[in-house]
């Protein structure tokens, strides 16, 4: 297999074959991962918000020439969507929900973690923006290599834009997420994962990339959600970016990835009544409307 190359798949491909391919190459591009009718809407949604989000004040990772909007569930139905999509969740709970056990007295417990939708963010590159630093998603976990035995999370781009190596396409280096945590990525390593308007790049957190530089006349925009373990903290803080409002109006699998559930290991409850009860009952009562209230 030559690792400087990403596999391409077609989005009605299954969830095991793109497993499979995440598992050996670290990432995998999806053709027509979403529907031509369904990018034109979610881009001129988009479009409404990064067209009043001033660029970035980082000159080292965030950029100076890119803009980032954050708040996409919040924002957007159509986002919903995509982020239930069926091969980009069935493959986060195939990759992430790795089953361990733990002791409870005499009894041997097997249990699985559950996955939260951790970030979700538009970002456009603009002409003139320079390389990303390559880094590893995970690492805002301090994820270790190979010491933790599992991943903490499934990354997804989505082209809202055409993805070319000239525009600024998210450069990836496959393979290098068996790579120890004293091996340093190069540039020279990185691919530029090309791929058309509607496909979607999916790679795993412990895989080094980057933003591409941008040498065109024209913006890049790409979409970006990430499933991360539920027992690791929340990158964006839904809790406080999503009003409880636009809580109530998400299914309720939507609403449980948001952290608005129990965990399978009792993270994340609520005290109601003395009892350590599922936040979930928390949106079935009128009289609380945000975090911290009275109820």
């Not at 058309?196 to 933003?211: C, D, E, R």
Request: with cysteine; proline share 6%; charged share 20%.
């Amino acid at each position: 297999m030559d690792t400087r190359k990403l596999s391409t798949v077609s989005g009605d491909s299954s969830v095991e074959q793109v497993v499979e391919i995440i598992r050996r190459d670290g990432g995998v591009i999806i053709s027509d991962f979403v529907s031509p009718e369904t990018l034109k809407c979610l881009a001129e949604e988009l479009d409404t918000y990064l067209n009043v989000t001033p660029c970035g004040e980082d000159p080292y990772f965030a950029g100076t020439q890119t803009r980032r909007v954050g708040r996409i569930i919040g924002r957007s139905d159509i986002a919903v969507e995509v982020a239930l999509n069926p091969l980009f969740i069935g493959a986060a709970r195939q990759i992430l929900q790795t089953p361990t056990h733990v002791w409870v007295g005499s009894d041997r417990i097997e249990m699985a973690p559950d996955i939260q939708l951790s970030i979700t963010q538009a970002i456009q590159i603009g002409p003139g923006q320079g390389l990303q630093p390559l880094h590893r998603d995970d690492a805002t976990s301090l994820w270790r290599h190979p010491q933790f035995g599992r991943e903490a999370r499934l990354q997804m781009m989505l082209a809202i834009s055409d993805f070319s190596e000239e525009n600024g396409a998210t450069r990836v280096i496959p393979g290098s997420h068996q790579w120890d945590d004293e091996r340093m990525p190069t540039q020279e390593e990185t691919i530029a994962a090309e791929m058309k308007a509607g496909s979607a790049l999916l790679w795993l957190g412990s895989v080094y990339h980057g933003g591409g530089a941008n040498t065109t006349s024209s913006p890049r925009t790409g979409l970006t959600m990430a499933y991360d373990l539920a027992i690791l903290r929340l990158e964006e803080n839904h809790f406080l970016s999503i009003p409880i409002e636009r809580i109530r109006q998400l299914p309720a699998e939507m609403q449980r990835l948001l952290g608005w559930s129990v965990s399978s290991t009792l993270l994340g409850w609520v005290e109601i009544d003395g009892q350590m009860r599922d936040p979930q009952e928390l949106l079935g009562m009128p009289a609380f409307s945000e975090p911290g209230k009275d109820f």
